[in-house]
């Protein structure tokens, strides 16, 4: 993994390489007793970081996922959508170079869904993130328009990407 | 915005305040016990102190021969003094067991010789053996009493006390570190989605280990100084009903805010807090090494 043969590393030196890389888990994994801005502001805090170091950039971060009103409030009063827009905005504070989304649109509406891809694509885009999503949700793969890795009898296959779907017409 | 961040590990839940109660307790059981044996040991050291190199005397005959006897054992090499009691000293002695409303005037009182030997003659023993001699060879009936069989003994005793308290101190701190590591990896156990995210989030395992050690050596410390205060408070009040019925306290905790208290009552907190301290990193880092 980027580059390094991770079988050699020892603990020690294993902390560094999982800070390359942001999760967002599928069941969101935010810390209850913190706020928003907190649970954000965790990988930062982790790397032993001042606050006065990350506060403009987590608070910024918050605004852009559409949370910049609601950096005081704990999980509990979040909804679905909010609590996984945290947890994105967690996994991508630390400008990591891989980000493993799993099944990030599966607690969310659809248009929330098409919302987060968005920010994905943007983080690609704008950091140079490599995404790894791994989803169910093929109208969400067919919309990415991206090479697919397809998990198949114990086995990863890459397909090309999947034409568009048709615009017209209610979805089964 | 909150002026400052929460602290990664929730404030104390139930578990914790239990393990507080577990350690005040054990805390408050260790620094009697301390105060138990340093007392043992003291009053073994007044005791033998007080009667080394004390020798009793006591005269089968009349006045003449008490005389004669303190004469000769004042003569004696290695005696500093010698005195014969008179009966009001005589009467003292026998009050423990005749009471206080004093005794008839024509009761016959055993006569007392109360010597002294240097200490030097008192460590090398056999000071007694000799004053006999002495007396045997002037033909001046007595028995002599250098307290060493009786002392020796006490002494015993007040040691086997000593070491016995010191056991259950040790004993007790080792349950103490036992339940400490048993409610951290509770705690562990309890927070382990904490820990899992730290893990993942890039957190070194010292990191996390070390959110561990700074709350449950605070823990140790206050819980450990509160039952170092209870202790200190049980140790009065024992103190003070014991002088209030007049009885011997010898092997009572003792409070004389000596040196030998104040480490007992002081550094029993910390032995808490860093016995907690180290339960805890070595629990948390056993959790971690499990982590991949």
Known sequence: MFGVDTSRLSRRDLAPLRRRIGVVFQEFRLLDHLTAYENVALPLRVLGQHERAYREDVIELLRWVGLGDRLDARPATLSGGEKQRVAIARAVVGKPDLLIADEPTGNVDEDMGDRLFRLFRELNKRLNTTVLIATHDLALVRKARTDVLRLADGMVVRVPAPPPEPTAGPQA | ?292
Request: net charge neutral.
């Open chain 2, 1 to 292: 915005m909150k002026p400052s961040l929460a602290p990664l590990l929730p404030k104390e839940d139930a578990r914790e305040a239990a393990l507080f109660f577990v350690v005040c307790a054990l805390c408050f059981l260790a620094c009697l016990s301390g105060l138990v044996a340093r007392s043992a040991y003291s009053a073994a050291d007044e005791w033998t102190n007080r009667v080394t190199g004390q020798i009793t005397i006591r005269v089968k005959g009349d006045d003449a021969d008490v005389t004669r006897a303190v004469q000769l054992v004042k003569t004696m090499p290695d005696i500093v003094s010698a005195r014969a009691l008179d009966r009001a000293e005589s009467e003292e002695l026998l009050k423990p067991w005749l009471g206080a409303t004093g005794i008839p005037a024509d009761l016959p009182l055993p006569h007392l010789i109360a010597a002294e030997a240097s200490p030097a003659a008192a460590e090398s023993g056999g000071m007694g053996q000799r004053i006999s001699l002495v007396l045997k060879e002037a033909r001046v009936n007595a028995i002599v009493d250098d307290h060493i069989v009786w002392s020796k003994d006490v002494k015993r005793a007040t040691d086997s006390a000593g070491l016995i308290a010191l056991v259950a101190v040790v004993l007790l701190g080792a349950i103490g570190v036992a339940v400490i590591a048993f409610a951290t990896h509770a705690t562990l156990l309890a927070r382990k989605d904490i820990v899992e995210l730290l893990h993942l989030t890039g957190a070194k395992d010292s990191f996390i280990s070390r959110l561990f050690e700074t709350r449950f050596l605070m823990l140790g410390v206050q819980a450990g100084a509160l039952g170092a205060l209870l202790a200190f408070g049980a140790a009065a009040f024992i103190l003070y009903l014991a002088k209030q019925s007049d009885q011997q306290i010898w092997l009572l905790p003792q409070l004389s805010l000596s040196l030998a208290d104040g480490l007992i009552l002081g550094v029993s907190p910390l032995v808490a807090g860093v016995s907690a301290m180290i339960a805890a990193k070595v629990t948390v880092m056993r959790s971690l090494s499990d982590m991949v």
